[in-house]
């Protein structure tokens, strides 16, 4: 399946900042998937990435709060900007896997904290 | 809107029992996956499921379709403490989305 690198792993931020998210795949993939995950809840799709083209977002996420870069096939960024302590979640990304049929690969996640 | 409830939230089983979790949904999906997510990592694919009705085995997992495509089973045999975990069942919608569960958590005691 496809590996995937996010970073970071971690990270507590400030009200009011802004925080980076980069995730690195090891393979061309045409759409890449930004999630959220509350704690102790599931996940909720942010929005679809696609290369070369303006992200897609889900109802009640907008752009100017989670800006999204997709430079290339293999990298992209999810930004979380102006921060709040209801942005404290775990946020993922993942792509489809062509290598398992209708399979789809995660990264590890980033724990984001805001105080 | 699309809505996937797993039944139970929350299980607490001694090792060696057995158990199943439920997915049900009143749409249908073109194909439904089954993750397992332990803490500080993302979900883990552990089966898809296509056809209406199609039961797949992986080891002591058993996972069932239903003829309409709009939920499915996990049973797990004889539980182990490595089972352990969140698991998630996911839906395919008609754009190629994954719509997730509302995940049931499994803890298995030694």
């Known amino acids: 399946s496809a590996v995937i690198s996010q970073k970071p792993s971690r990270d507590i931020c400030q009200r009011g900042t802004s925080l980076t998210i980069q995730c690195q795949v090891d393979?061309?993939?045409?759409?890449m998937f930004w999630y959220r995950q509350q704690p102790g809840q599931s996940l909720t799709l942010i929005a679809t990435a696609n290369q070369g083209s303006e992200a897609t977002y889900e109802s009640g996420f907008v752009i100017d709060k989670f800006p999204i870069s997709r430079p290339n096939l293999t990298f992209s960024t999810l930004t979380v900007s102006n921060m709040s302590p209801e942005d404290s979640s775990i946020y993922l990304c993942?792509?489809?896997?062509?290598?398992?049929?209708?399979?789809?690969?995660f990264g590890s996640g980033t724990r984001l904290t805001v105080v | 809107t699309q809505l996937l409830e797993q039944s139970p939230q929350f299980l607490s089983i001694q090792e060696g029992e057995n158990l199943t979790v439920y997915c049900n949904s009143s749409?249908?999906?073109?194909?439904l996956q089954w993750y397992r997510q332990e803490p500080g990592e993302g979900p883990v694919l552990l089966v898809t499921?296509?056809?209406?009705?199609e039961v797949k085995k992986l080891k002591r997992l058993t996972f069932q379709f239903g003829d309409a495509r709009k939920d499915s089973s996990l049973h797990i045999t004889a539980a182990q403490p490595g089972d352990t975990g969140l698991y998630l069942c996911?839906?395919?919608?008609?754009?190629?989305?994954?719509?997730f569960g509302s995940g049931t958590r499994l803890l298995v005691r030694p």
């Open positions: 993942s792509v489809e896997d062509k290598r398992t049929p209708h399979g789809y690969t």
């Open positions: 749409s249908v999906f073109s194909s």
């Open positions: 996911a839906g395919m919608d008609s754009s190629y989305k994954l719509i």
């Open positions: 393979s061309q993939v045409t759409m």
């Open positions: 499921v296509v056809t209406g009705g």
